[in-house]
């Protein structure tokens, strides 16, 4: 029964094979017929297609939670309620100040003079940020602040946290002309006998309190104080001071789109700048402001995309050198230039095809532009080497038709297994990898037809001229010497031969298969192979699922200094995220906060949140604010937990949002009329550094697991454009992507197995031998298990960004093991005779596809941006390792254990060879040509 199955599939192939070269062999005809129609039209289809992206209308989707979070993610629908309830959160900058020599900037072994040229330094960067106006916003106008009194007129001063705070007496102002009273402070600091000891007393209020009456502890003012403890008010020193500033923000959604607060994050920029201009030989001014890392990430992105250029000149150089020969009239290196135009006419025509259809263009689209340009000329590789094997005897139209034939069954191979995982991967619930393989799959599909029809077109021409004797670039000359060797002595007068083998060919086709199948050396490759392998598949078990946005931060840019101090100093970016409860549907409203039951769930809401490992405080949370504010104004009628029940409740929430609580106001949503009861509200809390501990889904998990554990805190559904809500919940705008990582090894492990099954199909059709498939399938998924493992070598996470780059390992992974397999099946001989064969017939093609490839991408080693150092890194090894396993391991594998020979058949190139034979041309060998 199985050789029936062999038979059958080998008939398939057969005729696969055949009705491919006739087809390819009357294209070939057909483009020598009509040279210029192939080339004419081809480029103008592509250019057509371009016309698009450059018509009105046309975008970059730049916001990353329509990239990298699945759209059914319920943190949609979250999102909506929170934006429709509370709007955008406002932004908190922070400028870091050190000493330049690396000594603290306190310390009580300093003079008090000493300590206070510290505190000056701080007051300078925050009083030229005030004298800073942009399009008439300044950080007066748009600073967060509280009222102070029940006017609505008398207001605080900005909203920081930073020592100065501590020198800065209840300053109040009737307008948000200025933000802090800096002559007071100034005058403060300068009236202080011991600093240190004026520090110690802030800090002892426990806790200390900033303009809005927000806590203020050592760890929030001080980077690396002495003693650590927050409880210990105690300072005898830190290396580190900071100031934070809140900025009300006013980002919006315009049909659905985000819109940044643009004037905001200029000012931001414009701060920064005026600040790191700051003359100062004592101290460095470290901002990490939201407007320049917002700017200097797009920046990078751009400066990276600008690399494709020398990336064409490097390929260009290199495909130059492989076609080129020492003899004028046999060099073929014009060839070259035709060869990345058409790669180039390719980019064009993907990018365009696919804003005509529909699919969106991001940044991960960008690397479908690099990934082209190192595919796309190993076609052109194959057609030439097909065409120097091709006797020189026939005229240019057969040695063309000839040359594409025996190509066309390699190129389609290597093109539609490309196409096909590419397809598969769009089957995703990730857009970023739908889009960019939606974008691949076109790419790799233009070029292969550009390069069968354009690329042949040019060759047919190069091939006249090489009959009629003409030089190599200089078509019109025809030098006398056409026939002798370039670059050696005249008197030598080397005839040159033009079917002598290059150093490559004897490379892989001689010296590395005496090496490689010796019984020494196919038991070292094997060695290593299992051993690397083995690595990896354990490696690939510590790989982490891991999303930062920090990441898109160039290494060069000065905003690292600011990171590098939060994370060492700070205990790395704050996170917030807010508990929201209540909620209401046809004006019916789910909870009802005057009741001592609905109080007790809160204070047991606020009590297990901050008894999560996964938190650090809730100290923006309105619940614990206003029971401190009833107990501090000892209003009447509190109960022994410090509830207020009925009418009362409202009251006093009026008081304390109209007063001391009234940074509170933006968290919580009310009725317009009657006592205006509360609609929506949110407990703001800040999450530990769950990124260093790499449990960003395992907290976002947890705290929504607080929500659901008091459904009397909200009701049952929320309806919302994006879905329906179950109330209360926990969100936080970062959730969005933790929700992509909670599913990213899942989807990227099934696009992998998904777009494996699609190219084994067409493996076992191509190869017609299930033994031989089962192999090939085998180092496609070494190659896979190499990759995934050195992820964790080469200290690249799982994301979206990461998981792109997998789905491109499937189609490079198994093009140059199918062809090998391929060749091995179609030689003749012992095993070992037949893989030694098939080196020799691939070994020239797949080097220099692996090596055009790689050149294609070298330049990305010095990328700026995350998209493309993740792509570099992922891409070198995809290339590595498989032709490490296409070129090195399968043939020792097949040498040993490989199925036996296809019986020899006939092919199309024999029926041309009769048919030359009666038209009195010389015939050929009937060879298959594989790349």
Same mark, same amino acid.
């Given at each position: 029964?199985?050789?029936?199955?062999?038979?059958?599939?080998?008939?398939?192939?057969?005729?696969?094979?055949?009705?491919?070269?006739?087809?390819?062999?009357?294209?070939?005809?057909?483009?020598s017929?009509?040279?210029?129609?192939?080339?004419?039209?081809?480029?103008?289809?592509?250019?057509?297609?371009? &016309?698009?992206?450059?018509?009105?209308?046309?975008?970059?989707?730049t916001?990353?939670?329509d990239?990298?979070?699945?759209?059914?993610?319920?943190?949609?629908?979250?999102?909506?309620v929170?934006?429709?309830?509370?709007?955008?959160?406002?932004? $908190?900058?922070?400028?870091?100040?050190?000493?330049?020599?690396?000594?603290?900037?306190?310390?009580?072994?300093?003079?008090?003079?000493?300590?206070?040229?510290? /505190?000056?330094?701080?007051?300078?960067?925050?009083?030229q940020?005030?004298?800073?106006?942009?399009?008439?916003m300044?950080?007066?106008?748009?600073?967060?602040?509280?009222?102070?009194?029940?006017?609505?007129?008398?207001?605080?001063?900005c909203?920081?946290?930073?020592?100065?705070?501590?020198?800065? %007496?209840?300053?109040?102002?009737?307008?948000?002309?200025?933000?802090?009273?800096?002559?007071?402070?100034?005058?403060?600091?300068?009236?202080?006998?011991?600093?240190?000891?004026?520090?110690?007393?802030?800090?002892?209020?426990?806790?200390?309190?900033?303009?809005?009456n927000?806590?203020?502890?050592?760890?929030?003012?001080?980077?690396?104080?002495?003693?650590?403890s927050?409880?210990?008010?105690?300072?005898?020193?830190?290396?580190?001071?900071?100031?934070?500033?809140?900025?009300?923000?006013?980002?919006?959604?315009?049909?659905?789109?985000?819109?940044?607060?643009?004037?905001?994050?200029?000012?931001?920029?414009e701060?920064?700048?005026?600040?790191?201009?700051?003359?100062?030989?004592?101290f460095?001014?470290?901002?990490?402001?939201?407007?320049?890392?917002?700017?200097?990430?797009?920046?990078?992105?751009?400066?990276?995309?600008?690399?494709?250029?020398?990336?064409?000149?490097?390929?260009?150089?290199?495909?130059?050198?492989?076609?080129?020969?020492?003899?004028?009239?046999?060099?073929?290196?014009?060839m070259?230039?035709?060869?990345?135009?058409?790669?180039?006419?390719?980019?064009?025509?993907?990018?365009?095809?696919?804003?005509?259809i529909? $699919?969106?263009?991001?940044?991960?689209?960008?690397?479908?532009f690099? /990934?082209?340009?190192? &595919?796309?000329?190993?076609?052109?590789?194959?057609?030439?080497?097909?065409?120097?094997d091709?006797?020189?005897t026939?005229?240019?139209?057969?040695?063309?038709?000839?040359?594409?034939?025996?190509?066309?069954?390699?190129?389609?191979?290597?093109?539609?297994?490309?196409?096909?995982?590419?397809?598969?991967g769009?089957?995703?619930?990730?857009?970023?990898?739908?889009?960019?393989c939606?974008y691949?799959?076109?790419?790799?599909?233009?070029d292969?037809?550009?390069?069968?029809?354009?690329?042949?077109?040019?060759?047919?021409?190069?091939?006249?001229?090489?009959?009629?004797g003409?030089?190599?670039? /200089?078509?019109c000359?025809?030098?006398?010497?056409?026939?002798?060797?370039?670059?050696?002595?005249?008197?030598?007068?080397?005839?040159?031969d033009p079917?002598?083998?290059c150093?490559l060919?004897?490379?892989?086709?001689?010296?590395?298969?005496?090496y490689?199948?010796h019984?020494?050396?196919?038991?070292?490759?094997?060695?290593f192979?299992?051993?690397?392998?083995s690595?990896?598949?354990?490696?690939?078990?510590?790989?982490?699922?891991?999303?930062?946005i920090?990441?898109?931060?160039?290494?060069?840019s000065?905003i690292n200094?600011?990171?590098d101090?939060?994370?060492?100093?700070?205990?790395?970016?704050?996170?917030?995220?807010?508990?929201?409860?209540?909620?209401?549907?046809?004006?019916?409203?789910?909870?009802?906060?005057?009741?001592?039951?609905?109080?007790?769930a809160?204070?047991t809401?606020?009590?297990?949140t901050?008894?999560?490992?996964?938190?650090?405080?809730?100290?923006?949370?309105?619940?614990?604010?206003?029971?401190?504010?009833?107990?501090d104004?000892?209003?009447?009628?509190?109960?022994?937990?410090?509830?207020?029940?009925?009418?009362?409740?409202?009251?006093?929430?009026d008081?304390?949002?109209?007063?001391?609580?009234?940074?509170?106001?933006g968290?919580?949503?009310?009725?317009?009329?009657?006592?205006?009861?509360?609609?929506?509200?949110?407990?703001?809390?800040?999450?530990?550094d769950?990124?260093?501990?790499?449990s960003?889904?395992?907290?976002?998990?947890?705290?929504?697991?607080?929500?659901?554990?008091h459904?009397?805190?909200?009701g049952?559904?929320?309806?919302?454009?994006?879905?329906?809500?179950?109330?209360?919940?926990?969100?936080?705008?970062?959730f969005?992507?933790?929700?992509?990582?909670?599913v990213?090894q899942?989807?990227?492990?099934?696009?992998?197995?998904?777009?494996?099954?699609?190219?084994?199909?067409?493996t076992?059709?191509?190869?017609?031998?299930?033994?031989?498939?089962?192999?090939?399938? &085998?180092?496609?998924t070494?190659?896979?298990?190499?990759?995934?493992?050195?992820?964790y070598?080469a200290?690249?996470?799982?994301?979206?960004v990461?998981?792109?780059?997998?789905?491109?390992?499937?189609?490079?992974?198994?093009?140059?093991?199918?062809?090998?397999?391929?060749?091995?099946?179609?030689?003749?001989?012992?095993r070992?005779?037949?893989?030694?064969?098939?080196?020799?017939? /691939?070994?020239?093609?797949?080097?220099?596809?692996a090596?055009?490839?790689?050149?294609?991408?070298?330049?990305?080693?010095?990328?700026?941006?995350?998209?493309?150092q993740?792509?570099?890194?992922?891409?070198?090894?995809?290339?590595?390792?498989?032709?490490?396993h296409?070129?090195?391991?399968?043939?020792?594998v097949l040498?040993?254990?490989?199925?036996?020979a296809? %019986?020899?058949?006939?092919?199309?190139?024999?029926?041309?060879?009769?048919?030359?034979?009666?038209?009195?041309?010389?015939?050929t060998?009937?060879? $298959?040509?594989?790349?």
């Amino acid at each position: 029964m199985s050789g029936d199955k062999e038979f059958f599939l080998d008939r398939f192939s057969h005729w696969i094979e055949h009705t491919l070269s006739r087809f390819f062999y009357r294209l070939g005809k057909v483009i020598s017929a009509h040279p210029w129609l192939f080339v004419v039209l081809p480029c103008i289809l592509m250019f057509g297609f371009f &016309l698009r992206v450059i018509t009105p209308g046309v975008t970059e989707e730049t916001d990353p939670e329509d990239l990298y979070t699945p759209q059914d993610s319920v943190s949609f629908a979250e999102r909506l309620v929170v934006e429709n309830g509370f709007g955008y959160p406002n932004t $908190t900058n922070r400028l870091f100040l050190k000493r330049v020599d690396g000594k603290n900037i306190l310390d009580r072994s300093n003079t008090n003079d000493e300590n206070k040229v510290g /505190l000056k330094a701080l007051l300078t960067a925050y009083r030229q940020m005030a004298d800073i106006e942009v399009d008439g916003m300044t950080l007066a106008n748009r600073c967060s602040r509280v009222f102070l009194a029940d006017d609505n007129t008398t207001v605080s001063a900005c909203d920081t946290i930073s020592v100065l705070s501590l020198f800065s %007496p209840g300053s109040s102002f009737t307008d948000d002309s200025v933000p802090a009273d800096f002559a007071a402070i100034e005058l403060a600091i300068d009236n202080s006998a011991n600093v240190m000891d004026d520090i110690v007393t802030g800090l002892s209020a426990d806790p200390a309190r900033n303009a809005v009456n927000k806590a203020m502890f050592k760890s929030d003012l001080f980077g690396k104080p002495l003693p650590v403890s927050d409880t210990d008010f105690t300072l005898n020193s830190a290396a580190t001071l900071v100031l934070a500033f809140t900025l009300i923000n006013f980002d919006t959604r315009v049909n659905g789109d985000f819109v940044k607060d643009q004037a905001r994050l200029d000012f931001e920029r414009e701060a920064s700048k005026q600040i790191r201009a700051l003359d100062s030989k004592t101290f460095v001014y470290a901002p990490l402001f939201e407007g320049d890392s917002d700017f200097v990430a797009s920046q990078a992105l751009s400066g990276d995309i600008a690399l494709l250029g020398p990336g064409y000149f490097l390929l260009l150089i290199y495909a130059t050198y492989v076609f080129w020969r020492r003899n004028w009239v046999y060099s073929y290196s014009s060839m070259a230039l035709v060869a990345v135009g058409a790669v180039g006419f390719a980019i064009l025509g993907m990018w365009g095809f696919g804003v005509l259809i529909g $699919t969106t263009y991001s940044a991960t689209v960008n690397v479908a532009f690099f /990934l082209l340009m190192g &595919l796309g000329a190993d076609d052109a590789f194959v057609i030439m080497a097909a065409h120097r094997d091709v006797p020189r005897t026939f005229d240019a139209k057969e040695r063309v038709a000839r040359a594409l034939s025996r190509a066309g069954v390699s190129i389609t191979i290597t093109s539609v297994t490309d196409v096909v995982a590419f397809a598969a991967g769009t089957n995703t619930a990730l857009p970023a990898i739908e889009y960019f393989c939606t974008y691949a799959a076109f790419g790799v599909l233009f070029d292969f037809f550009l390069q069968c029809t354009v690329f042949v077109a040019f060759l047919y021409w190069n091939t006249r001229r090489e009959e009629e004797g003409k030089a190599d670039w /200089l078509f019109c000359w025809k030098p006398s010497d056409g026939d002798k060797t370039c670059c050696t002595k005249k008197e030598d007068n080397v005839k040159y031969d033009p079917d002598q083998l290059c150093l490559l060919d004897r490379i892989m086709g001689e010296y590395l298969p005496n090496y490689l199948l010796h019984p020494i050396g196919k038991a070292a490759v094997l060695v290593f192979a299992i051993a690397l392998v083995s690595s990896s598949a354990w490696a690939s078990t510590q790989t982490k699922s891991r999303f930062n946005i920090e990441w898109f931060i160039p290494d060069s840019s000065f905003i690292n200094d600011g990171l590098d101090i939060q994370r060492a100093e700070f205990g790395g970016t704050p996170q917030g995220f807010g508990l929201y409860t209540g909620g209401q549907s046809n004006g019916e409203l789910f909870v009802d906060y005057t009741t001592s039951d609905t109080q007790t769930a809160l204070d047991t809401l606020i009590s297990d949140t901050l008894e999560s490992e996964y938190v650090r405080d809730c100290a923006n949370a309105w619940w614990p604010a206003y029971k401190e504010f009833l107990q501090d104004t000892s209003v009447p009628g509190l109960t022994p937990q410090g509830h207020l029940l009925g009418n009362d409740f409202y009251t006093q929430l009026d008081n304390f949002l109209a007063t001391s609580g009234s940074r509170f106001k933006g968290n919580i949503q009310r009725e317009e009329s009657g006592l205006g009861l509360i609609v929506l509200s949110a407990q703001r809390c800040t999450l530990e550094d769950v990124f260093e501990s790499d449990s960003q889904v395992e907290a976002m998990n947890a705290i929504r697991d607080l929500a659901d554990k008091h459904p009397e805190l909200g009701g049952d559904i929320y309806e919302t454009a994006r879905g329906t809500v179950k109330l209360p919940f926990g969100y936080d705008y970062v959730f969005l992507f933790s929700d992509g990582l909670a599913v990213i090894q899942q989807e990227t492990i099934r696009n992998i197995i998904i777009a494996g099954i699609a190219v084994a199909v067409v493996t076992l059709i191509l190869l017609a031998n299930i033994a031989a498939s089962a192999i090939v399938l &085998l180092m496609l998924t070494m190659v896979d298990i190499n990759v995934l493992g050195f992820m964790y070598y080469a200290d690249v996470d799982f994301n979206s960004v990461s998981a792109v780059n997998l789905v491109i390992a499937v189609g490079l992974a198994i093009d140059s093991s199918v062809h090998i397999a391929h060749a091995f099946l179609n030689a003749q001989g012992t095993r070992d005779e037949r893989a030694k064969e098939a080196m020799r017939v /691939l070994g020239r093609s797949v080097t220099n596809g692996a090596v055009s490839t790689f050149l294609a991408i070298v330049l990305l080693a010095a990328a700026e941006s995350y998209v493309f150092q993740v792509f570099f890194t992922l891409l070198a090894l995809i290339i590595v390792f498989a032709f490490f396993h296409g070129a090195i391991v399968l043939p020792v594998v097949l040498s040993l254990i490989g199925p036996d020979a296809h %019986p020899p058949k006939s092919g199309f190139e024999d029926e041309m060879d009769k048919a030359s034979q009666e038209e009195g041309l010389k015939p050929t060998t009937s060879t $298959t040509f594989i790349v």
